[in-house]
């Protein structure tokens, strides 16, 4: 399943693509649904860095997936690897509860769309294989499983666009301050 989303943030490109690359953990207060983003690990080296963040949620469980998802299972390692000549970000997401089951990868781009505002285009993939979720009844797995990749896409999908938009609020934030 493909992932794509283009926003605007106004400001220019070199802030917000430092503010997103070295302060994405502040933004977590600015985003509904994020209860944190944890710097794991950071490796800088000269085309960019890498870092690994471990984003944890803050969501509702429906009542289909709860004898399925626990609350523990709404966090994802989000390994970044940054080329900063070229201004955009390589992901992969990997969710522990589900390491074989969910594939998610993608790229962030940021490009200067005047003096002050600078687009953001996400593009990506997902890969939801449900029927070998643990717990999920294989006769069950064919009902249930629009039902769970609805749910995660939902988790993923707008939280990644939402970042954005809580990104610029912390640069305004940043600029009053």
Request: include cysteine; charge should be negative.
């Amino acid at each position: 399943m493909k992932i794509q989303s283009e926003s605007h943030i106004h400001h220019p490109i070199d802030r917000v693509y430092t503010s997103y690359r070295d302060h994405l953990s502040h933004v977590a207060p600015y985003t509904t649904d994020i209860k944190e983003i944890i710097v794991h690990a950071r490796e800088d080296r000269p085309e960019g860095p890498k870092i690994h963040n471990i984003w944890v949620a803050d969501r509702e469980i429906p009542k289909i997936a709860t004898g399925i998802v626990k609350p523990d299972m709404l966090r994802w390692d989000d390994f970044a690897d940054w080329n900063d000549a070229a201004q955009h970000v390589d992901w992969v997401l990997n969710i522990p509860a589900f390491p074989d089951q969910v594939k998610c990868s993608g790229r962030n781009a940021f490009f200067a769309d005047g003096p002050s505002r600078t687009r953001v285009v996400l593009t990506g993939d997902l890969e939801i294989n449900v029927k070998s979720i643990p717990g999920v009844p294989r006769i069950m797995a064919s009902r249930i499983a629009p039902k769970i990749e609805a749910f995660i896409v939902k988790l993923i999908t707008p939280n990644l666009e939402k970042v954005n938009e809580s990104l610029e609020r912390f640069m305004d934030d940043q600029l009053k301050g």
